[in-house]
């Protein structure tokens, strides 16, 4: 009987998460022909490789991989990222979007838009089904899609940052459970 009360105090999240990671499917896609679980050693060979095309640069820091695209709304925005690596895979993927031009007294390149637009970027590559989830007080607010092992969580960063995290379940499981 207090399964069942729990179970009823499940949040929205905690019910898809559940469902998707008892489904057993694996999405491991992420962009530019980069998944999770991919070997470290493939990822820079991928990366030089797209640089070597003019695909991705450098980013502004040490860390980072700079991507070039437009966006659903037709602005123009730098795409940054840099893994994170459990046992030489990649398991999480961060990326930090900015509007070219960004300036805070233009309303339309605001970080609100811009991460109407890195939604809707997410559900050309992933597909719809992202859902709002909050803390109480509505202060955080992120969009979450969880396909099977794969979860991606859409929230702004700062004022001109929106901020992606495509992370394996599976793997954040496991090391929640074990922290080294």
Do not use: H
Request: net charge negative; with cysteine.
């Amino acid at each position: 009987m207090m399964v069942l009360g729990l179970l009823g105090c499940e949040s929205q999240y905690q019910k898809v998460e559940r469902k998707e990671l008892a489904s057993g499917e694996i999405n491991n896609e992420l962009f530019l022909n980069l998944e999770l679980g991919m070997e470290k050693r493939d990822f820079f060979e991928t990366c030089w490789q797209l640089n070597k095309e003019g695909i991705l640069t450098n980013g502004p820091t040490e860390l980072s991989v700079e991507y070039s695209l437009e966006l659903p709304s037709g602005k123009s925005a730098k795409m940054r990222f840099y893994p994170d690596f459990e046992n030489d895979k990649i398991y999480l993927m961060p990326v930090e979007f900015v509007y070219d031009g960004w300036a805070p007294w233009n309303e339309e390149l605001s970080v609100e838009k811009l991460r109407e637009d890195v939604i809707a970027q997410f559900e050309k590559w992933y597909g719809p089904g992202f859902f709002e989830v909050s803390n109480e007080d509505k202060s955080l607010i992120a969009f979450v899609k969880i396909d099977g092992n794969r979860r991606v969580r859409i929230f702004k960063k700062s004022l001109s940052v929106v901020r992606a995290e495509i992370v394996d379940l599976n793997i954040l499981k496991n090391l929640e459970k074990s922290p080294s």
